[in-house]
């Protein structure tokens, strides 16, 4: 498992941007497959994207897609989501995850493919 950090969360109006951080602690960063979840109140938790090991392959939800960025750099042990055209359905704690297995794009995309997460970054966006 890794120790992971996440940071830049926030109160943003619909139609504004947010940038979030995730730092990891340890080596072998590029060994991991690294994602984003969220999950809102009341809600279970959900994919948002994830990265592959060298960053050459990202995957979306279809309710970012166009809007989130995924990217990392593996000489920082960083991965950051961009958001943009923020709404409010958007609002949600924003975690970061990794896993070093080699799953399938559809186990990638759920909870249980990850077994490290860090603590979470509240994500709030106003009408």
């Known amino acids: 498992q890794v120790q992971l950090v996440e940071s830049g969360g926030g109160l943003v109006q619909a139609g504004g941007s947010l940038r979030l951080s995730c730092v990891a602690a340890?080596?072998?960063?590029?060994?991991?497959?690294m994602g984003w979840f969220r999950q809102a109140p009341g809600k279970e938790r959900e994919f948002v994207a994830f990265s592959g090991r060298s960053g050459g392959s990202t995957y979306y939800a279809d309710s970012v897609k166009g809007r989130f960025t995924i990217a990392r750099d593996n000489a920082k042990n960083t991965v950051s989501l961009q958001m943009n055209s923020l709404k409010p359905e958007d609002t949600a704690v924003y975690y970061c995850?990794?896993?070093?297995?080699?799953?399938?794009?559809?186990?990638?995309?759920?909870?249980?493919?990850?077994?490290?997460w860090g603590q979470g970054t509240q994500v709030t966006v106003s009408s």
């Open positions: 995850a990794a896993t070093a297995a080699s799953y399938r794009i559809d186990v990638l995309t759920t909870p249980a493919g990850y077994n490290s």
């Open positions: 340890g080596r072998s960063f590029s060994s991991y497959v």
